[in-house]
């Protein structure tokens, strides 16, 4: 398999103020994984093991501070995925582990595969840049949301849809479970929609750096400003 582009959201903000921001970055709890490849379209994750699983099924993985943020969340969450399967002649269990179980060795493993737009960029211009100014500057486009956004809608997602209804049914109000119930899962689609909306951006501005061996991006000045890459 080739290429795949991906994003997660987080239930938590990072804490812009922690002493050590890596370490605070292995604590926070994936809420939505989204990918999308040739080979299976669009897909989503809510299982931080199945995520890093299907990631590592691909020759080049693509996205935006991955290697920074998204495949510390990943490597550091304790869910693995493991197979038990039987062997008719020894008569015996196998257990499999696709995954490493250190987080050091998994997030080698994703780094190694990694593009990482973020990173690339950085090294040519000695600073960061948003996704967010990346996209208007080198396609006219807004993002759809933000993370603290996203962040809230998880929140508000899981409340609707895990406690409320309970909460309403206990009373006798049937229809007022079933509505929380349906906002519940409009919250979760909007946050799936979001993390969705980032992945396709990612890899509309890399096939736009292929197609015209450059980005643009608007500064904290407003001003256009454009910069040379070879992502081929």
Known sequence: MSDIFYDIETKELLDQNATDPDAAIRTLHMSVG??????????????????????????????????????AVLAWSPERPVRESFDPITGKHKIEKPLPDAPEDLKKMLDARCFDLLADLEARLGHRVSLAALAEGSLGKQKMASGPQAVVWNRLAATLRDRWPYALTDVGDQEGAQRVNELGRWFQERLE???????????????YGIANKRVAYIDFEGERRVVKVQWR
């Open 34 to 71: 989204a990918t999308w490849c040739e080979c299976h379209g669009e897909q989503f994750f809510h299982n931080t093991g199945e995520l890093a699983e299907h990631l590592l099924l691909h020759e080049r993985i693509i996205g935006f501070s991955i290697k920074h943020f998204d495949n």
């Open 193 to 207: 929609q979001y993390c969705m909306a980032d992945a396709l951006l990612v890899k509309k501005l890399f096939e």
